[in-house]
């Protein structure tokens, strides 16, 4: 059984930036897409940011894409999330996950909170 822990969340003034990081542990056989989806208050889940196998991202939106940037670290089965330029409406819940044979795998989320 594979499980995610992440860390990294916290509160942060409108401008500043964090690092998520997420590493997966137990039965792990290979290497696999991640990436992060986050869950606002009153709002669905939404994907944030993916990583393939080989390197390639996908971003949710343009306004994310310019201030996010994901990156994994294959030989500690771990994905991070570097936010730039937070803003009050990236208040949320940040959940990474794992895609192993086409099942995803969710870690517990970590708080990421924008205020003044």
């Known amino acids: 059984q594979v499980q995610l822990a992440e860390s990294g969340g916290g509160l942060v003034q409108p401008g500043g930036s964090l690092r998520l990081s997420c590493v997966a542990s137990?039965?792990?056989?290979?290497?696999?897409?991640m990436g992060w989806y986050r869950q606002a208050p009153g709002k669905q889940r939404e994907m944030v940011a993916t990583?393939?196998?080989?390197?390639?991202?996908?971003y949710a939106d343009a306004s994310v894409k310019g201030r996010f940037s994901i990156s994994r670290d294959n030989r500690r089965s771990a994905v991070y999330l570097q936010m730039n330029s937070l803003e009050p409406e990236d208040t949320a819940i940040y959940y990474c996950?794992?895609?192993?044979?086409?099942?995803?795998?969710w870690g517990q989320g970590t708080q990421v909170t924008v205020s003044s």
């Open positions: 996950f794992m895609t192993i044979l086409q099942r995803n795998v």
């Open positions: 990583i393939h196998v080989n390197g390639a991202t996908n």
């Open positions: 137990g039965r792990i056989s290979g290497i696999y897409p």
